[in-house]
């Protein structure tokens, strides 16, 4: 488990909080240790890691203030759902999905829902959730690369030729 601050909003459990420097390497800290927080709850990964990659690339490149932290949050719901917090301190720069950036429309893809709220100036929390995972229906193209139930039973099918030959 990685040591946490205390985090007065989470209602869900398990949670952790993180601050981190406001720095391309407080980013890339803050995705390593998320994930491997993750990894301890058991979550899948793939989609988790690429919205955290986005929102922690953004709270250093568009939220950064010189010699202000920003706070990364993880929790987990009783139904799975992961969500993702990072709250800078550039209250006055609101993510625009509108100006072009690729970030947030990766956000926009992969979360079930995200958004942002404001807190008092100058914080702001960009949050994105994530459901749990689902096995795709047999048949539908697995954008997360963890094989379709179709693949398993082609191999299951050809695991068998193989024994009966």
Known sequence: MIPQLPYSGASVHPSCVLQLSATPRGARLGRL?????????????????????????????????????????LAVDPTGTVRIEVTDTRYDRMPDPAAGGRGLAVVEELA??????TGPPPWKTVFAEVPPYRRPAPGIHDPVG?????????????NKRTDES
């Open 112 to 117: 079930d829902r995200w958004g942002v709220i």
């Open 146 to 158: 963890r094989g379709t139930a179709l693949r398993e039973t082609a191999a299951h099918e050809a």
């Open 33 to 73: 240790l998320a994930v491997e927080q993750l990894r301890a709850w058991g979550v899948p990964l793939e989609r988790p890691e690429r919205i955290l990659a986005e929102l922690l690339a953004n709270a250093v490149t568009h939220g950064r203030v010189p010699g202000r932290d920003f706070r990364l949050a």
